[in-house]
């Protein structure tokens, strides 16, 4: 039967453009926040954290926005590529609480020539 | 390579098989993780071990499953009397700290 789960939400770019990427957590009490990227087959690939008493942080080409009121976090990305095509996933933590990372569903990242 | 190894990268087992995985986390990360990951979704937290202690294990993880890191550097994953719900990807992950948790390739396991 069908899988609901593959149905990921999906985000389709014109090569160059900037793409953002969206993510509600769940735990108002999280206070570290990570963006994974994942291509096919492969593990989740680190891209940028941030903490919950910053707003905003920016790495190589992203930009991650966290906005604590909403439970909001969002991941820009500059003048994408065609390597950046893979399925994009959200995690949130609690420091001080038990040591896991909970995943958002993912979105999938498509980049048109 | 200095990354999270894992081994097998790809396992097919009968239903009712043992399996075991390895992982090998980034050298001095003494905090290392199990996920499972089926298609379509995010990774899902099995266990957490700090150093040779294994400090947190999700309701996830079944009397079936067991994980050890004796030595507090590799861990093994075993799964006995496997079951096709088993089906899935099964990533390590290492930490030196509280934050970036870096995440290996994956062994998928395919339970027929």
């Known amino acids: 039967g069908e899988s609901v789960g593959l149905h990921l939400p999906t985000l389709s770019v014109q090569e160059g453009d900037n793409s953002i990427i969206n993510c509600a957590y769940s735990?108002?009490?999280?206070?570290?926040f990570i963006w994974y990227k994942q291509e096919s087959g492969k593990g989740p690939q680190f891209i940028i954290d941030i903490r919950s008493n910053m707003d905003k942080r920016q790495g190589q080409r992203v930009t991650v926005l966290l906005n604590k009121t909403v439970k909001h976090l969002s991941l820009q990305i500059a003048a994408t590529q065609p390597g950046d095509s893979a399925v994009y996933f959200c995690a949130e933590n609690l420091i001080q609480g038990a040591q896991k990372l909970v995943f958002g569903q993912g979105t999938r990242l498509t980049i048109n020539p | 390579d200095t990354g999270v190894s894992q081994d097998p990268r790809h396992k097919i087992t009968k239903r009712g098989q043992n399996v075991t995985f390895r992982c090998d986390p980034i050298s001095e990360h003494n905090r290392l993780y199990w996920y499972r990951q089926t298609l379509g979704q995010g990774p899902e937290f099995l266990t957490y071990?700090?150093?040779?202690?294994?400090?947190?294990k999700s309701r996830l993880l079944s009397d079936r499953f067991s994980a050890e890191r004796p030595k507090g550097s590799f861990s093994t994953l075993e799964i006995q009397r496997t079951e096709q719900g088993d089906s899935a990807m099964y990533l390590c992950?290492?930490?030196?700290?509280?934050?970036?948790?870096?995440f290996g390739p994956g062994t998928r396991l395919t339970v027929t």
């Open positions: 992950a290492s930490s030196l700290t509280l934050y970036e948790q870096y």
């Open positions: 735990n108002s009490a999280s206070d570290y």
């Open positions: 071990f700090q150093n040779e202690a294994q400090l947190e």
